[in-house]
């Protein structure tokens, strides 16, 4: 008897390791299997975003864009009007970002 416990014991042990190991990576496959779900919504949704983002590389080419951060500078805007477009540091870094992401995409085409 103490050696059909032994095996059914190790039998046992193995079955939880397997266990131990197939719940961790259904874990992995469901958060990589919800990334992809939202990578191609938010990528499905890139072309839209397309005007906007012309819109704001024309804001800040055309000099309007300076002309409205020294008016708010100066105190011409109304302290609770939203102005986040007027953070230099914002919007440098929001057009660097989709620059480095249209490159990143047009370079992996598959």
Do not use: C
Request: hydrophobic content about 40%; overall charge negative; cysteine-free.
């Amino acid at each position: 008897m103490l050696y059909l416990y032994t095996e059914f014991d190790s039998v046992m042990s193995l079955n939880r390791v397997r266990l131990a190991r197939i719940a961790h990576m259904e874990e992995a496959f469901d958060r990589l299997s919800d990334a992809v779900v939202k990578l191609q919504r938010d990528m499905a949704e890139m072309p839209n975003l397309a005007k906007d983002i012309h819109e704001l590389e024309g804001y800040v080419k055309s000099g309007h864009w300076q002309r409205d951060y020294t008016a708010d500078a100066q105190g011409e805007i109304p302290a609770s009007f939203k102005r986040g477009v007027l953070s230099q540091d914002s919007l440098d870094d929001l057009l660097r970002v989709l620059d480095s992401l249209r490159a990143r995409l047009a370079g992996k085409k598959h």
